[in-house]
């Protein structure tokens, strides 16, 4: 009945779609080195940390446990996306109408920053600054995607409807049959962008040391981070670990590591591409529960992501093949873009976002130093907020608040222990998971009639 192509597991990418090994791996941490910072992670936030301290005069080591791009910041889907579409009903009663601007001004200005910093660091990575459509398949998403339009317009971020009409005129493939425009941010190849921030790094003097896992650390004035072979000491430690930092015993109450997963098509030939339309190439979103995204590349493939979210017990991020979401993806690029007439997949891959209970970033200092800064959460958003949160917790370490990390204090919920969590994620995934087929059976009726 499906009728998309499938291949399984011929196609899993462990690394994702988009990086490869770096061939300048940078030497695993071998004794014992200090510096005026050290920070865990090579992702976006832990280089734009680098990058920013570095730029303020301060030695900085960066210690990544794989590889600087490794983690969701090398898998993603490439949306540079503001305040508009956030997961308002989450926190916009428990932090009040004033912050939660502040907040919308920071996911906002996340976009500008990444605009500034492609710029600066002289890095290529396809951007396309198309801005983004937050689309509906069926008539029944319409007035949730509206709502949520309004209330972030309220809240300082822009956005337009787009009616049926106006979607044609866009050139918007006919499946998504409304939309909000989204003129802020647009589209990147987040491969080409985290590893050209790791040049950037390199190029500035960071020291980089890869293969080299923290594994703990001692707290005090100087705080020592172990690692296999040596250590890193430094007055300050930045734990850049996102969804893996649970695994290091921070934060384990904070937020929950989600599995997001994505396919990415074979290039589509000039008669494919002429089929869809699409003149601009905005990244599309849908409002389901669980969001669908549709984007186009530029090496011309088709990359969808999300639509099913996974927690696994104990917040732990294996490494694995998820074919059951890669399925539920490949079954969406055949009911959203019929006309590609089952174009073949040519790979899929699973990352980690963190998240916390009420989707708001998670940023603050631990220890009884308060001199261990740790950033996650961010969710679906991180390219652009991780990105600025480095200039954040550089400003902070060299002593002054910026006004958007004040923006950003709050009480995050804590979660749940286990068994609960696994219980309670999973039921509410599993709720959205069915409302959202009824979403899609409603709209496979209608496109049938
Ligand atoms: C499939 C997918 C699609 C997404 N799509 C989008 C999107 O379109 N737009 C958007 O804004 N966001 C998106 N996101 C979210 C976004 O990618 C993340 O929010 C962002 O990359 C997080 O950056 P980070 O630097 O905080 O974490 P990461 O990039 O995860 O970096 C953390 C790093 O820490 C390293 N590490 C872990 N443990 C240790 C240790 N013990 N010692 C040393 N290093 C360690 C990891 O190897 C990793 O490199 C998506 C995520 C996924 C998975």
């Known amino acids: 009945m499906d009728g998309f192509n499938w291949q399984g597991g011929q196609a899993y990418r462990p690394l994702g779609g988009w990086v490869e090994r770096p061939d300048d791996l940078q030497p695993q941490l071998d004794g014992d080195v200090s510096a005026d910072v050290v920070v865990a992670g090579g992702g976006f936030a832990g280089l734009s940390t680098a990058l920013e301290l570095a730029a303020r005069g301060a030695k900085v080591i960066v210690l990544e446990?794989?590889?600087?791009?490794?983690?969701?910041?090398?898998?993603?889907?490439?949306?540079?996306?503001?305040g508009q579409g956030l997961e308002y009903d989450l926190f916009l009663k428990r932090v009040g109408h004033q912050q939660a601007r502040e907040i919308v001004r920071f996911y906002d200005e996340g976009v500008d920053y990444v605009e500034r910093k492609l710029a600066e660091y002289a890095i290529d990575?396809?951007?396309?600054?198309?801005?983004?459509?937050?689309?509906?398949?069926?008539?029944?998403?319409?007035?949730?995607?509206?709502?949520?339009?309004r209330t972030g317009v309220q809240l300082g971020s822009p956005g337009e409807f787009l009616d049926y009409a106006a979607m044609r005129a866009r050139g918007i493939p006919p499946a998504f049959l409304f939309g909000c425009h989204v003129p802020r941010g647009g589209t990147l190849d987040p491969g080409k962008y985290v590893l050209g921030l790791r040049r950037a790094a390199l190029r500035a003097g960071v020291k980089l040391y890869e293969n080299t896992p923290v594994l703990s650390w001692d707290e005090g004035p100087t705080v020592r981070v172990r690692t296999a072979k040596g250590s890193a000491s430094a007055p300050f430690l930045v734990l850049a670990t996102n969804a893996y930092t649970p695994q290091l015993g921070l934060l384990r109450n904070k937020v929950m590591p989600l599995r997001v997963s994505a396919i990415e098509t074979e290039p589509l030939s000039s008669a494919q591409l002429a089929s869809l339309g699409w003149p601009r190439r905005e990244g599309i979103v849908t409002s389901h529960w669980t969001m669908e995204s549709h984007r186009l590349t530029a090496r011309n493939t088709l990359v969808l992501t999300t639509k099913?979210?996974?927690?696994?017990?104990?917040?732990?991020?294996?490494?694995?093949?998820?074919?059951?979401?890669?399925?539920?993806?490949?079954?969406?690029?055949?009911?959203?873009?019929?006309?590609?007439?089952?174009?073949?997949?040519r790979s899929c891959w699973s990352g980690y976002i963190s998240l916390a209970y009420d989707a708001l970033p998670v940023v603050g200092a631990a220890g009884a130093d308060r001199n261990i800064l740790y950033t996650a959460g961010c969710s679906g958003h991180g390219v652009g907020t991780q990105s600025l949160m480095g200039l954040l917790l550089a400003e902070r370490i060299r002593g002054a608040e910026h006004p958007l990390l004040s923006a950003l204090h709050h009480r995050t919920p804590s979660t749940l222990p286990e068994p609960l969590q696994w219980c309670a994620v999973n039921s509410a995934l599993g709720v959205a998971n069915m409302m959202d087929d009824r979403v899609n059976r409603k709209a496979r009726y209608a496109a049938r009639s």
Do not use: W
Request: hydrophobic share 35%; with cysteine.
């Open 65 to 82: 446990r794989e590889f600087a791009g490794f983690g969701a910041s090398g898998r993603n889907a490439g949306y540079l996306a503001g």
């Open 125 to 149: 990575c396809d951007y396309n600054a198309s801005g983004i459509i937050r689309a509906g398949v069926h008539p029944s998403q319409e007035r949730k995607l509206r709502k949520s339009m």
């Open 308 to 345: 099913r979210l996974r927690y696994i017990y104990g917040a732990q991020t294996p490494n694995v093949p998820d074919e059951a979401s890669y399925r539920a993806l490949a079954r969406a690029l055949h009911e959203r873009f019929p006309m590609l007439g089952g174009v073949a997949i």
